[in-house]
């Protein structure tokens, strides 16, 4: 069974970089998936932030494309999500998810999420 | 990029009731399309891949159709712990993009 589990400060200044881990467990972050992030606003819906693939094939949503890097560390089994330049619309709770590849193409598993707050 | 658009965006209805939600692509998107439940606090959980596959250990009270751009969600007979968000998700092309969400409550 994967399992995926967020991590990372649930307090950012404005201007500053939102850092998110997600550590995967029970698979192998080097499978033929997508890893993913999705943030959802409160009160809002969800919003597709990016992913990555081994070997770090990475693709971005271009709204928020200038400020997003997402990695992959193969050795740890995780990924991270880098947010910069972040301001109070960036507020959210943050989910990492595996994403299937070809025709069963979806979001399979994903992480309990966290609570970011961008508030000086 | 691809809107889609849910309706409703509310739905009140009782235990036992048939339920229905719509989603509609701006544009032909295949069968490259999920629908998700979010009961509140948690994380998503998906239902239905491939516009009409049943993901594993879901209840076969859902079921999913369409193709193109319009696809459907259908609870045959709703049961309390359904009563959640229901949200579309289109995987044709970059970037992703998800329905504004459908609220199920209890009547």
């Known amino acids: 069974q994967v399992q995926l589990q967020e991590s990372g400060p649930g307090l950012v200044k404005p201007s500053g970089t939102l850092s998110l881990t997600c550590a995967v467990s029970?698979?192998?972050?080097?499978?033929?998936?997508?890893w993913s992030w999705i943030r959802q606003p409160p009160g809002k819906g969800l919003e597709w932030i990016g992913e990555?693939?081994?070997?770090?094939?990475?693709i971005y949503n271009p709204s928020l494309q200038s400020r997003v890097s997402i990695s992959i560390d193969k050795f740890k089994n995780q990924f991270s999500l880098n947010l910069n330049s972040v301001t109070a619309a960036d507020t959210a709770v943050y989910y990492c998810?595996?994403?299937?590849?070809?025709?069963?193409?979806?979001?399979?598993?994903w992480g309990q999420g966290t609570q970011v707050t961008v508030s000086s | 990029d691809i809107q889609l658009t849910q309706s409703p965006s509310f739905l009140s209805a009782s235990v036992g009731d048939r339920v229905t939600i719509t989603c509609r692509a701006s544009?032909?998107?295949?069968?490259?399309f999920a629908w998700y439940q979010q009961e509140p606090g948690k994380a998503p959980k998906l239902l239905i891949y491939?516009?009409?596959t049943l993901q594993s250990g879901v209840p076969s009270r859902f079921s999913g159709s369409g193709s193109g751009t319009e696809f459907t969600l259908t609870i045959s007979s709703l049961q309390p712990e359904d009563f959640a968000t229901y949200y579309c998700?289109?995987?044709?092309?970059?970037?992703?993009?998800f329905g504004g969400g459908t609220k199920v409550e209890i009547k």
């Open positions: 998700q289109q995987l044709n092309s970059y970037p992703l993009t």
């Open positions: 029970g698979g192998s972050i080097s499978s033929n998936n997508w």
């Open positions: 990555i693939s081994d070997p770090e094939t990475t």
């Open positions: 491939a516009a009409s």
């Open positions: 544009q032909d998107i295949s069968s490259y």
């Open positions: 998810a595996r994403k299937r590849k070809g025709d069963s193409r979806s979001a399979d598993y």
